[in-house]
């Protein structure tokens, strides 16, 4: 099983959708865990972090479920400028943060 | 200074050049990252700095030699690349070596191996 995976996607939303991705951890002692944005040829960039059940910010809701292994990123109202990659990143020891493959998204006008 | 500074932002090397690629980062962040990424792949981790100290290299060639002079700065030392070393080359830096906290990331040296 592989430490991350990730819907490749793509998702093709409307603008002013509400769309949700999952992602799957192997790693059970994963403690804290990540969404990165990542625009085309550019760097990753933090999203969100989540240290304990869930998060909030604005319209964007990340939720964690250890007992199933999953983190989900829910983006309500989508803009044109949510069209990015998300990549789920758990961070697994004290060194290393294992990155998803990733999912693409493309809010379309 | 929330910055993670790389240069060059791209480089064109041959086969039998040596270069270096350089990161520095003033967040007083004491672990250093550099991965590596592939078009339409997730990043991949290459070496980790804490405290200045080697303490991952994830079983890179030894082509690709890291150097941390200070606790600002993470250096990429190059030697007789293939093509396919052809790629995104990122720098990241975290507070410290625990769990808490994500990564800043620099901006890349996007470089071509010819």
């Known amino acids: 099983r592989k430490e991350v995976e990730q819907d490749p996607g793509p998702f093709n939303v409307p603008e002013g959708a509400t769309v949700a991705f999952n992602c799957t951890y192997s790693n059970s002692a994963s403690q804290s865990f990540f969404w990165y944005r990542q625009d085309c040829r550019k760097e990753p960039k933090l999203l969100m972090s989540v240290y304990s059940s869930g998060n909030e910010d604005g319209r964007f809701t990340a939720q964690l479920n250890r007992a199933s292994q999953y983190i989900s990123l829910l983006i309500r109202d989508s803009k044109l400028s949510d069209s990015a990659t998300y990549l789920c990143v758990p961070r697994s020891g004290a060194n290393n943060l294992f990155f998803g493959t990733g999912t693409r998204l493309t809010v379309i006008p | 200074d929330t910055e993670v500074t790389q240069t060059p932002k791209h480089l064109v090397m041959g086969m039998t050049n040596k270069k270096s690629l350089k990161c520095e980062q003033h967040?007083?962040?004491?672990?250093m990252y550099w991965y590596k990424q592939k078009a339409k792949k997730p990043p991949e981790l290459m070496f980790v700095?804490?405290?200045?100290?080697?303490?991952i290299n994830e079983s890179v060639p030894s082509r690709f030699s890291p150097e941390c002079p200070n606790s600002s700065l993470l250096n990429l030392h190059l030697h007789a690349l293939q093509p396919e070393d052809s790629a995104l080359y990122l720098c990241?830096?975290?507070?410290?070596?625990?769990?808490?906290?994500?990564?800043?990331f620099g901006s890349g040296t996007r470089l071509t191996v010819v």
């Open positions: 967040m007083g962040h004491r672990a």
């Open positions: 700095y804490s405290y200045e100290k080697l303490s």
């Open positions: 990241a830096s975290s507070q410290d070596s625990g769990e808490v906290g994500g990564y800043t």
